[in-house]
């Protein structure tokens, strides 16, 4: 099967994947609130500290352009289209960034501010999170070429 390639770069499209960082956040106390798994298959709710920081996704601009418009880049007949490319440059296609929805920051867990008994959590949620990235990352790729 030919892949089809606008599909197969709007899959693969950060902002196509991302995740809204507010879920979890508590702006009273400052804490960021993960499901941490036990090696015994119980779970727990665990209220991190945290920090806020620039919005990489954005880089701190609140928007975005649409993927389905440029999601692997824009094409020559795309440029040659005097009135989409001052529209893009405009930001007519903007959307608020999904990633930040459109706060420009983002909350990350303040590693230095973890206590000793918060150390333990925190490197299963790390290895938790790398294992989901992976499974994530394979599911888009299948989701890409059209599976
Ligand atoms: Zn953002």
Request: aromatic share 8%.
């Amino acid at each position: 099967m030919p892949i089809n390639f606008e599909n197969y770069h709007y899959q693969m499209d950060s902002r196509v994947g991302a995740r809204d960082l507010w879920i979890g956040y508590s702006a009273e106390a400052k804490t960021l609130t993960r499901t941490v798994y036990e090696d015994d298959g119980s779970e727990e709710e665990v209220a991190f500290p945290a920090t806020l920081v620039v919005c990489s996704m954005c880089e701190g601009t609140a928007t975005v352009v649409n993927p389905s418009i440029d999601a692997g880049g824009l094409s020559g007949s795309d440029l040659e289209d005097g009135e989409f490319v001052s529209s893009y440059f405009r930001g007519h296609y903007d959307i608020a960034c999904p990633s930040c929805s459109g706060q420009r920051v983002v909350p990350v867990i303040d590693e230095k501010a973890c206590g000793d008994e918060l150390k333990d959590a925190l490197e299963r949620l790390r290895r938790q999170e790398e294992e989901e990235a992976a499974c994530e990352a394979a599911s888009r790729y299948e989701r890409a070429m059209g599976a």
